[in-house]
């Protein structure tokens, strides 16, 4: 059963007294502003429009199919207070309201702008909408369960929920990386694909706290982007951002930009995004994992004839993202050279004045290195708002101030 945003509400609302008990929290939280104020972010962040201009954008992406919404709650608290432009979630209103909420609480700590939401929909079967499943009662009991270590999300647990659940995966906590599938010695867990529905997602796009969208799209069914597009009718008149998450397909790239980019823009009022989506969901394997988001980032970035848009990796992103854009010479420029026969001409943004690339996203590495803060905090609390335990927010915005700081360049100013 899925955790539910009231479900945190009435959770926390159950917790204030001890939770106020055990830590000492206007020190606390003086501590947190003390350290964001020691950065100069809020003297020197940049609105998200700015940011994608300038190419310092930095989105956190939650998880297109993550619902576990006290985490979600707790990771927008701390990347808000880190400055990111963006947060990327799940098309659920109780994700939004969680993330939203989580917004608010670190407006109320200290008074940052607020990063856009984005909702994360999909045109087709894609792997970031898909969910694990398996019957703990079909697993032979001398299994090692090796899908309990491989899962980056902690979403399998053989325990369960007394009087809740049996354990298996926790369905809100799975975003389908697919890492358990093959490691399954008796071939017991299987993918559930779905498609957001286009109609609640277009209600969704018309309540407040929704500022963008992201369509992720193959790319090669011209089709289905066509019926979803169609399908979201005037809910993306109020949108300041549409975002279109695709792979990177060689030289059929472009062609298919251009193609979904005549579908948009007959309706297209406000600002678009291409996410050029590397490896997915494997930020947080390894250095390695950011090199096909860097290398399709040089393909599009050296490619003539693009549809408008602004352009931000994604897919395999993590710390060591700006280093390879700064290896490309791609990182806040807004030309490189291209080689011609014996001479070179410059290739730029399609706005003189705008980095090539705006930014990136951080989906994986981002929920990892703050996640350990949170399962320590859950560990030695329960379910808690992070702000309630100000040793361990200061740890968490530690950790995401030195992620985005690897492209806003909080120290180098
Ligand atoms: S390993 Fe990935 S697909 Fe499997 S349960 Fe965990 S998050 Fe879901
Ligand atoms: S690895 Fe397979 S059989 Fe073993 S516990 Fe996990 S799902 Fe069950």
Not at 135 to 151: I, K
Not at 190 to 200: E, F, H, L, Q
Not at 217 to 223: D, I, L, M, N, V
Not at 353 to 367: K, N, T
Request: hydrophobic share 35%; glycine share 8%.
């Amino acid at each position: 059963m899925s955790l539910t945003f009231s479900c945190f509400a009435s959770l926390s609302q159950q917790l204030p007294s001890q939770v106020h008990a055990r830590s000492s929290s206007s020190g606390g939280l003086e501590k947190v502003k003390n350290l964001i104020t020691r950065t100069g972010i809020p003297s020197t962040i940049t609105s998200p429009l700015d940011s994608l201009q300038k190419g310092n954008w930095v989105k956190l992406i939650c998880g297109a199919s993550f619902e576990d919404v006290v985490d979600i709650r707790n990771l927008s608290l701390v990347y808000t207070l880190a400055g990111v432009d963006c947060i990327d979630c799940a098309a659920e209103a109780s994700v939004v309201n969680a993330v939203n909420d989580g917004i608010e609480a670190a407006r109320g700590i200290i008074p940052i702008r607020r990063p856009w939401v984005m909702i994360s929909v999909n045109d087709n079967e894609d792997l970031h909408f898909r969910k694990a499943e398996f019957d703990p009662d079909d697993c032979p009991t001398d299994c090692s369960r090796p899908c309990e270590n491989v899962c980056p999300a902690d979403a399998i647990s053989h325990s369960g929920k007394a009087g809740v659940s049996k354990g298996g995966v926790l369905a809100e906590r799975c975003y389908g990386c697919g890492r358990c599938l093959p490691i399954c010695p008796y071939d017991k867990i299987r993918a559930v694909t779905y498609i957001r529905d286009v109609d609640a997602t277009a209600q969704l796009l018309k309540q407040d706290g929704v500022d963008a969208i992201e369509i992720h799209t193959s790319g090669r069914q011209a089709e289905s982007f066509q019926q979803l597009w169609n399908g979201l009718g005037d809910s993306i008149d109020k949108l300041r951002l549409v975002a279109v998450s695709l792979p990177d397909m060689g030289e059929l790239t472009v062609p298919a930009m251009n193609s979904m980019y005549v579908t948009m823009k007959v309706n297209l009022r406000c600002l678009n995004l291409w996410q050029l989506d590397g490896r997915p969901m494997s930020g947080d394997i390894g250095r390695g994992a950011t090199r096909e988001a860097i290398k399709f980032a040089l393909h599009l970035a050296s490619t003539r004839d693009k549809p408008k848009g602004f352009l931000q990796l994604a897919g395999g992103t993590n710390a060591h993202t700006v280093e390879g854009l700064k290896r490309e010479r791609l990182f806040q420029t807004t030309s490189i050279s291209e080689k011609l026969n014996g001479g070179e001409r410059a290739l730029n943004s399609f706005e003189p004045s705008h980095a090539l690339i705006s930014g990136v996203a951080f989906g994986g590495y981002a929920r990892k290195i703050v996640g350990r803060v949170l399962r320590s905090l859950q560990s030695e609390h329960g379910y808690a708002r992070l702000e309630d335990c100000p040793r361990h927010l200061v740890d968490a915005v530690t950790q995401a101030l030195a992620l985005v700081g690897t492209v806003k360049c909080y120290n180098e100013r």
